[in-house]
């Protein structure tokens, strides 16, 4: 059995993730945390669209901590009222 859930790890020790910006073709790079990051080279808002297990799992509270859950779910909010 595992101690922590191996899903979650990436919210416990954020990564790096490269992402490419639609608008220029610059490369950007956001932390595994962020919900979004503008392009240096034009502005353009990019958004880090990975699904959380922090969104559904029913442990992730007890899994992340309560600082990581809490901000997480704060910008999985903003993104579904983004997105209505």
Do not use: H, Q
């Not at 990436?10 to 919900?35: M, Q, V």
Request: proline share 4%.
């Amino acid at each position: 059995m595992l101690d922590k859930c191996p899903g979650a790890e990436k919210l416990r020790r954020p990564s790096i993730i490269l992402k490419t910006c639609p608008e220029c073709g610059e490369e950007i790079e956001l932390f595994t945390t962020d919900a979004k990051m503008d392009c240096m080279e034009c502005g353009f808002t990019v958004y880090n669209d990975s699904m959380s297990c922090v969104e559904w799992c029913k442990y992730a509270k007890e899994c992340v901590g309560d600082e990581i859950y809490e901000e997480m779910m704060k910008m999985i909010e903003k993104k579904k009222k983004a997105s209505e």
